[in-house]
């Protein structure tokens, strides 16, 4: 089965960086358009990056310019590097791959805590 393993977060002060890691596993990954989301207490989860089969980009505006999400397809892993980070990005940041064709083919990590403070 489909298996999505994310690493790399952790505690880091403002103005730090972290690497998010996301391994897949049970899946094509070329063909699945990859994406990193965060959910904060009491908010919705919202997306942060994501990042299409041909290593197309997007990100939300308050990342723009900060984080970079990039995938390698011949380890099946998808990163997101957080630079210069603010308190206001502590979320559990999660994994998500969603096939370019089948939407219903959409699959979740389990999440990884990032928290930003001095």
């Known amino acids: 089965q489909v298996q999505l393993v994310e690493s790399g977060g952790g505690l880091v002060q403002p103005g730090g960086s972290l690497r998010l890691s996301c391994a897949a596993s049970?899946?094509?990954?070329?063909?699945?358009?990859m994406g990193w989301y965060r959910q904060a207490p009491g908010e919705q989860r919202e997306l942060v990056a994501g990042?299409?089969?041909?290593?197309?980009?997007n990100y939300a505006d308050s990342v723009k310019g900060r984080f970079t999400i990039s995938r390698d397809n011949a380890k099946n892993t998808v990163y997101l590097q957080m630079n210069n980070l603010k308190p206001e990005d502590t979320s559990v940041y999660y994994c998500?791959?969603?096939?370019?064709?089948?939407?219903?083919?959409?699959?979740w990590g389990q999440g990884t805590q990032v928290t930003v403070s001095s």
């Open positions: 049970g899946m094509t990954f070329s063909r699945y358009v």
């Open positions: 998500n791959a969603r096939h370019q064709l089948i939407p219903a083919m959409n699959y």
């Open positions: 990042i299409g089969t041909e290593s197309n980009t």
